[in-house]
């Protein structure tokens, strides 16, 4: 077979295990052996899918479930070819390509990000830096883990289940999802100034923590002193699950 022809080929075969229904079968295959690589792509999608995302899998029908795991193997084109990396892919077509159906509910994008971040900081590969004791923490610098992630949602992503489908957005939903130091994946729900205030650290370990809390304060409209009392043990167990990193004192201390 000429290199033009088995192009051919393949990419028929590509769209045909994509689109089944639809797409005429690649000639000279005989059905039986197209029916197993039907089977074993979909199955290995597919069980990717519901294994990353079971919470959102768990809102669907058999029936509704499979046919969105079948326009996302329809209409999407992935960019890796790595499985691992399945899920990804299957955020971004909810979030750039899917259109929505009157079975998805309205959070569908948000629950599948939060779900997606969960896997994503169980293999990531960056490392936490080793603990670093300080006698003086509002002199110290502090960084926010690489490890915490901030996030916002428009809705209690994190409480959504069968028994709790809210068909519209309320209040924003701060949280903070991070890795420990024993490798643990874990959540936090978080007021909006808290969250403001991890976000003050991140990529700020030049200043000293009192000068963090310094600028949160004139953006709360409260006084330094008071904010420091109020942070202080708060920043100190976030230190102690490893979502901030002390580092000393700051240059020049």
């Known amino acids: 077979m000429s290199e033009p022809a088995l192009r051919e080929s393949q990419l028929a075969m590509a769209r045909f295990l994509r689109n089944p229904e639809n797409e005429a079968p690649p000639p000279g295959v005989e059905p039986r052996r197209l029916k197993v690589y039907q089977e074993l792509i979909y199955n290995n999608i597919e069980g990717f899918i519901s294994a990353g995302f079971p919470v959102l899998r768990s809102l669907y029908s058999d029936e509704d479930w499979h046919e969105l795991v079948r326009l996302f193997i329809e209409q999407h084109r992935c960019s890796t070819p790595y499985f691992l990396e399945i899920s990804q892919e299957f955020l971004r077509y909810l979030m750039e390509v899917h259109r929505s159906r009157d079975c998805d509910p309205p959070f569908m994008a948000e629950l599948a990000h939060y779900e997606w971040v969960e896997l994503a900081l169980d293999v990531a590969e960056e490392e936490l830096p080793p603990p ?21 949602y428009r809705y209690p992503v994190h409480r959504i289940g069968r028994g709790f489908r809210p068909t519209e957005a309320g209040e924003p939903s701060f949280l903070l999802v991070y890795r420990n130091r024993d490798d643990a994946v874990c959540f936090m729900e978080l007021n909006a100034a808290t969250a403001r205030m991890l976000e003050l650290f991140r990529d700020r370990d030049e200043l000293t923590v009192a000068a963090v809390l310094a600028e949160l304060a004139g953006e709360l409209g409260m006084a330094q002193n008071q904010l420091q009392a109020f942070a202080l043990d708060q920043l100190l167990d976030l230190e102690s699950r490893g979502v901030l990193v002390f580092r000393g004192r700051s240059a020049g201390q």
């Open 132 to 152: 670093h004791a300080v006698p003086e923490p509002l002199a110290a610098r502090a960084c926010i883990s690489p490890l915490a992630w901030v996030l916002s």
